[in-house]
Structures are given as structure tokens and as C-alpha cells.
């Protein structure tokens, strides 16, 4: 196993530890919204300092609650877990922010609004809400594109999303129905089982990128099985809403428990979605405990994490089949190989995993042409937040959380790359903010293997 898979963050459970904070503030100069929004007391205050005083300062004396949290604007927490990377005394800040983000969502708030709030938590009740509404969705867009982006628009307001956020359109085909039609049971009966979890954007809005996950694997001679899960809790958490995500991580320890037994026990079980690796990895025993869910947890592994480990061989292989090319892989005489310049944003999720450059390591080594660096005003949060930057609420805030990053991004703008990202909502904030195309780095490891003959490394 490579060095680097050998360093990614344990499962362990892990505690906040608030006592050990040692004030030196490095978890406020790299947490991008106490840079940004002059409401929001910081890391250090609404992690360690709030926690101690959670209880009241002295017995007989009343602890801190809702409004405290509120004021202190513990809600406007990105749950980006940088904070967690910074700090030298270990102290799993935003686990304690996240706390306080939950207290400051227990105050009473107008009925609509909360009852809105609820649905975009709940993405699995969300995401079914839009799957049985993908056939006229599909119709209107398919005979009037504008009429389709209208009532779109119209629909996001109407949960909540700001005006500027436009909703994914609808899939063709959905994951499940694509995966099922696209399986070889006794083709593939030999090889060794991988788990996919797909994550909600992958299973609802966007079949793009587990598709090619799932070729990918397969090219590397995995036999995927896609699990039958719902969502990881990550939206949940993102709007502080404990209690559902540590419903969503029960029900997921229990579904994959019994099918990776069901399929021999130890299978791994790989995500595209660094939010959902992160919860499924790091909060599901924080949250839920041990037993199984830290079989469970421990079995987890991000998707470009587990190509650039245990499936490196296999995907090498795949690689190195004979090209049509020759062995050079240049492309004959008179015909120019189209490349389409590329860049890599690590989301914080995926560092907070301990594994944020994998993937562009693994497509240098593949040879994948077209490489360009943002450099290092890049290398930080894009605002987004989960849910937060796609509210009318969080918006702003998410521009101007991630303005430095989204900046870099558009420095490139005149070479054209696509900006590749594992994370859903980063590439939703990228593209929106900077105009520029992109695409999680599988998709262009899967046209890659799909074009070898061509040499090509364009993507859709
Ligand atoms: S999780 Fe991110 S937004 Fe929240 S306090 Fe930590 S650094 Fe700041
Ligand atoms: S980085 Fe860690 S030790 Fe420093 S103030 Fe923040 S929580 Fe305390």
C-alpha cells in the first residue's frame, strides 16, 4: 500500500477536547468566514471557549443556550473543518462549533421558513421529491429550455435557494436505472467486490459522476455493487440539524453493515463524494459510536484515495493496455489530439480526510496532459458550505468566503481549463462564479480509458 494511503485520517473516535486549547488563534486565521463576516465570533470563541461555559461558569450558575449561539452567529459555521487542520493542540474545533450551530437551530423560527429549512436538510425526502418530478421536468425543459430554467427558478425559490442558484437540470437516466442495465453478474462474478456509495447528488441530480466511477472501477477489475443507502447526513449537519444526521448515519452503519457481509464482510466501500466519505468515515463512530459503525466507518475510503491505493495496480494496468496508437500513443499523422487544459481544487472535506492531493498526483503519474496550477491563493475554502452558499440567507456570505479562491480560479480563465473537483458543491460554486467548466477527475480518468485510441482527454 502507497505511503500516502497509509497516512489518511484513522476512524478513530476522536474527542473535542476543549481543555487543550491553547488560545493561539490559528484555527480564526484559517477559518474563512471569521475573515469574512464580521457576525461570526470565530472558531476559538463558539469551539473551546463556548463549550466550557456550555454547563454555566460555576455550579448553581445558568450555562450558555439557543440565544447565546445566535449571537454569537454559531449558525454561519461552514462546518469546512479547516479549523481542525490548523490547530497544533488537536482540538476537533468544529465538532464543537458544529454543537453550537445545533443549539443556536433549536429557537423558535416562522413556520414556512423552518418547514422549507427541513426539506433542504432532508435531501433524501428532497431528492425523491425531485425524482418523481423528473419526467415533466424533462419535458418542459426538453420543449422550452426557457420555460424549463422559469419554472425552475421558481421552484428554488420557493425552498429557499437564492435567485442566483439555479437548480441542476434533470438527469435522462438515473444512476440506478443506467447501473442496473449496464451489469455483467457472471462476467463479473470472480473479481473482488467494491462497495459504491453514491451520495444524493449522484443517485438524484447528477448520474454523471458515479457513472464514471463505475467504469472506472470496472476498468480496474472491481465488481461494483451499488448500495442501496440514504443520504450521509452531511446537509443535515450543514444547517446544524444534529438529530437527522445521526438518524441518516444509523440507518447507512446498519445497510452497509449487512451488505458488505452479506457480500463475504471487509468489503471496501469507496465514495465519489468527499462528504459523504468524511461523514461516513470521521462521524460515524463521533456520532453514533462503535460496533458496527466503526466496522463501517473503517471500511471507508474516498474515491481518488482508493485508485491511488488498492486499485492503483488495476487502473496502471488498464492504462497500459495496448493503444491503437502504438506504443508511443501519438496520435497518427494529421490528426491532433484535442486536450483540454485541467486544474485541481481540493475541497476542505477531502483535507479534512487527510487525502486532498491525491487525485492530481494520480493523473500526473497516468500521464494525463493539460495540467495548470492556480497556485496557492487556490488552496482553500470555495465558500460553498454544503448547503449554506445555495440559501438566500447564505449566499453572500458563501462569495465572500471563498473570494480568494474563486479569484485564482478566474486568473485561468483565458487558458480555458476545466477545473476539476470531487466535491459537488464546489464545482457548483466554481462554475457559477467563474464561469468556467467543471468536472469531478474521474469523469476525465473514465474519457481517458474510453478514449485511449484517441489520446484525447475532453470531457462530455
Ligand atoms: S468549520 Fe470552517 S467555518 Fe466553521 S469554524 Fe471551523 S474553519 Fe470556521
Ligand atoms: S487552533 Fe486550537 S489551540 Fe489554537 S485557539 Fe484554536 S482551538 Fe485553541
Known amino acids: ?11 478513530e473516535r476522536r474527542l473535542p477536547l476543549p481543555d487543550a486549547c491553547l488560545g493561539c488563534s490559528s484555527c480564526v486565521a484559517v477559518c474563512p468566514v471569521a475573515s469574512s463576516d464580521g457576525r461570526f465570533a470565530g472558531p476559538k470563541v463558539l469551539g473551546p471557549a463556548f463549550e466550557r461555559l456550555l454547563a454555566g461558569p460555576w455550579p448553581g450558575e445558568p450555562g450558555l443556550g439557543p440565544r447565546d449561539a445566535e449571537r454569537l452567529g454559531a449558525g454561519l459555521c461552514l462546518q469546512c473543518h479547516l479549523c481542525d487542520l490548523a490547530c497544533p493542540a488537536g482540538v476537533e474545533v468544529s465538532s464543537l462549533t458544529r454543537r453550537a450551530k445545533a443549539l443556536a437551530r433549536r429557537l423558535p423560527r416562522g413556520g414556512y421558513r423552518r418547514l422549507m429549512d427541513d426539506l433542504l436538510a432532508d ?3 428532497f431528492g425523491r421529491l425531485a425524482a418523481a418530478v423528473r419526467w415533466p ?8 429550455p426557457w420555460l424549463g430554467r422559469t419554472v425552475d427558478g421558481f421552484a428554488g425559490r420557493l425552498v429557499g435557494l437564492h435567485p442566483a442558484r439555479r437548480l441542476p437540470r434533470p438527469p435522462r437516466q438515473p444512476f440506478r436505472a443506467w447501473f442496473e442495465a449496464t451489469r455483467r453478474p457472471r462476467e463479473e462474478r470472480d473479481r473482488q467486490p467494491v462497495i459504491l456509495f453514491v451520495g444524493c447528488h449522484g443517485r438524484f441530480h447528477d448520474p454523471v459522476v458515479p457513472r464514471a466511477a463505475v467504469e472506472v472501477l470496472r476498468s480496474a477489475g472491481y465488481r461494483v455493487v451499488a448500495a442501496q443507502e ?11 440539524d444534529e438529530g437527522r444526521a445521526r438518524d441518516s448515519l444509523e440507518a447507512n452503519a ?3 453493515d449487512h451488505l458488505s457481509t452479506r457480500l463475504g464482510g471487509g468489503v471496501p466501500i469507496v465514495s465519489p463524494c468527499p462528504s459523504c466519505s468524511l461523514s461516513l468515515r470521521r462521524l460515524l463512530p463521533e456520532l453514533i459510536g462503535d460496533g458496527p459503525a466503526r466496522a463501517v466507518a473503517d471500511a471507508v475510503w474516498d474515491l481518488g ?11 496502471e494496468q488498464a492504462f497500459d493496455r495496448p493503444r491503437h496508437w502504438g506504443d508511443d500513443g501519438a496520435p497518427p499523422s494529421g490528426e491532433e489530439a484535442a486536450v483540454t487544459p485541467w486544474t485541481y481544487h481540493a475541497s476542505c472535506h477531502l483535507r479534512a480526510l487527510g487525502v486532498g492531493k491525491l487525485f492530481p498526483a494520480l493523473l500526473s503519474s497516468l500521464e494525463v496532459p493539460g495540467r495548470l496550477d492556480a497556485g496557492p491563493a487556490a488552496d482553500g475554502c470555495c465558500g460553498m458550505g454544503g448547503l449554506t452558499g445555495l440559501t438566500r440567507e447564505g449566499y453572500d456570505l458563501s462569495l465572500a468566503a471563498g473570494a ?8 485561468l480563465a483565458a487558458a480555458g481549463p476545466v477545473v476539476l473537483s470531487d466535491c459537488p458543491a464546489c464545482r457548483w460554486q466554481i462554475a457559477e462564479a467563474t464561469g468556467l467548466k467543471t468536472a469531478h477527475p474521474v ?3 473514465a474519457a481517458r480509458l474510453r478514449d485511449r485510441a484517441g489520446g484525447r482527454n475532453s470531457i462530455g
Not at 1 to 11: E, K
Open 1 to 11: 500500500m502507497s505511503a500516502a494511503v497509509r497516512g489518511r485520517v484513522s476512524s
Open 123 to 125: 435531501q433524501e425526502r
Open 137 to 144: 421536468r424533462s419535458l418542459l425543459h426538453g420543449t422550452s
Open 230 to 240: 440514504v443520504c450521509c447526513g452531511s446537509p443535515a449537519l450543514s444547517v446544524g
Open 254 to 256: 446498519r445497510l452497509l
Open 305 to 315: 484515495e482508493f485508485l491511488a491505493g488498492p486499485a492503483r495496480v488495476g487502473l
Open 404 to 411: 480568494r479562491v474563486l479569484e485564482a480560479y478566474r486568473s
Open 443 to 445: 469523469e476525465l480518468l
